[in-house]
């Protein structure tokens, strides 16, 4: 959303440039097509693509999301997915100055604002922050910021302070949870973080550390990968049980939630500057990066531990948020390590820009990445396109691009 600062994207690519010596991991990638040529092949690609989603998707009511055997999948505002198509039409715009996306963005971002009061979810870190976030940092239309401010208020009325935390989910009708919490809440931080700035108004980030503090504490095993969902007793904010809804097993690493917690602590270390949320971004970066389960091409299968691998299937959602969120924590380590983390994302990025992943002109009803997995347990969206697997493309890409360009 309103993410790395160019002074974190400069400093990567000045580290990266230091230890690029000591990049083996990346030495596969050394002699293929150059990063730049791929960066721009990629950003015409997607401005092909989307031309096309653009068009399917105006014919119909609502965000394009997926697709379902032959159809294009729309949402309403209120899905937790709504922001990342105009996340990533704000990100085109970015990307090639061209203003059709810019008048696209426009609208399907005041599609979203209904979101801004739905007291109903966690999500709205997501919904806005793509949306209004992006538009508001292109911008800086003063609604915009209304619009991020006025969701912000709206997050916090979820937050507990016996828990020390945003509840994720209403309950479910047969579930027995109290106060669920899950992995990919702290996406939503990072709408609190620009809130308390934007706004001069600390309880915003006092409520992300706290959220943040709480889900380090109780999320994550020793090797750093983490449940997908804790829930507590908001009475006492005792832990009930641990377990996950969108991954393989409870004591599974659903690659998503390993992704989000990367995204999430790195982006609240470029917040906060606290040394433990770094800490965690690592361990979780090495958890991904050397499990023995991940596949040569660096696309994760959609959980880390399913028994059918390797006969299951990718989630190339996981792969994007990892690549971005690799690219802003070179930002912040030493040279070795940036030198690792940007090869790795190199890595992922090339894959995904590759035939297998990336969908052929045309094809896959304008979306840009093929073989994403929403929900597998709930027998959804398996291999798929997934708007948010592209707009977290187009995210890293955009990173990298300002890397290159130091
Ligand atoms: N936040 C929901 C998901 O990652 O599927």
Redesign the pocket.
Known sequence: MLHASRRALSRAAKTFACGLALAAAGSQALAAEPIGDLIKRDFQAAAAQYRTLLSEAQAKPGFPRTVDGAALVTVGPKD?TSGFFPGSLWYLFEATGDQTWKTAAIGYTADTAPAKFDKSQH?LGFMLGASYGNGYRLTRDPAYRDALLAGATTLITRYNPKVGAIQSWDLWKDSTWKFPV?V?NMMNLELLMWAARAANEPRYREIAIAHADTTLRNHFRPDASSYHLVDYDPSSGAVRGKQTV?GFANESSWA?GQA?GLYGYTMMYRETKKPEYLAQARRIADFFMNHPRLPADAIPYWDFDDTAIPNAPRDASAAAITSSALLELAGFVDAPHAARYRAFAERQLRSLSSGDYLAAPGTNHGFLLKHAT??KPAGKEIDVPLNYADYYFLEALLRLRAMQSQ
């Open positions: 937790w999500d899950i990919d969108q998503r989000w929403g929900h």
